[in-house]
């Protein structure tokens, strides 16, 4: 694709978002911007369906909604409050490391920059973006699969890693578009640019994909 195509995509993604709904992260922030809260669906949210990410989050914030509260809930009863999120166990040890880490560090405040919030126990690039993009609203370039692989099958980068794809897209993508890059990216994949045959026949932004990689589409 052409560069300055981009601005088409954008905007034809946009128009397609409300009919297609919205990640549950994203969706929080919406609701809330509560950066803490963000920090813990975000680590909930991996390798788990929304939907489930969604329930255990309302069930583990009715029981503690601060660093504090939550460092106050042992292991077993965070777990069984996010039960059946991917890896539940290791994550409500996460969970509790990570709130301690913001009590004795940050006077139990979620850090505003993504190199602060890469130092915390299982907080990697893609949690620590999320977090300064929907939490405090500071330019982040949050790349998971789905942005890594549509950016690439696009044409607009051409990257081997998520962490490559973080680095293109931050140097030529322009940051009006990055608050909501993920959330288009995320619901796009998962509705129409899928990972195995995609559906191209619908696709809104067809005209302007190169279509890299793709073998076979419907």
């Known amino acids: 694709m052409n560069d300055g195509d981009i601005g088409g995509v954008i905007r034809a993604l946009r128009k397609n978002l409300p009919a297609w709904g919205v990640p549950i992260v994203s969706h929080l922030a919406e609701e809330r911007r ?3 809260e963000i920090l813990i669906s975000t680590l909930l949210s991996l390798r788990t369906k929304d939907e489930v990410t969604a329930a255990a989050t309302e069930r583990l914030f009715r029981l503690a909604d601060t660093p504090a509260r939550m460092l106050g809930l042992s292991e077993a009863a965070i777990g069984k409050a996010i039960y059946p999120v991917g890896f539940y166990r290791n994550k ?8 301690g880490e913001l009590i004795r560090r940050f006077d139990a405040r979620v850090p505003d920059d ?8 299982g907080v990697g690039r893609k949690t620590a973006n999320l977090v300064v993009a929907l939490g405090y609203g500071k330019p982040g370039m949050c ?5 890594h692989r549509i ?3 696009l044409g607009y980068v051409a990257t081997k890693t998520p962490e490559e794809t973080e680095f293109a897209l931050r140097a030529k993508l322009p940051r009006t578009y990055w608050a909501d890059y993920n959330t288009l990216m995320v619901t796009f994949g998962r509705q129409v ?4 045959s995609p559906l191209c026949s619908r696709c809104p932004v067809f005209r302007h994909c190169d279509r890299k990689n793709v073998a076979r589409s419907r």
């Open 34 to 36: 509560d950066p803490f």
């Open 143 to 147: 790349v998971d699969t789905h942005v």
């Open 92 to 99: 409500a040890r996460t969970i509790r490391e990570i709130c």
């Open 151 to 153: 950016s690439n099958r």
């Open 114 to 121: 993504i190199d602060t919030l890469l130092t915390l126990r």
């Open 193 to 196: 640019c899928r990972p195995v």
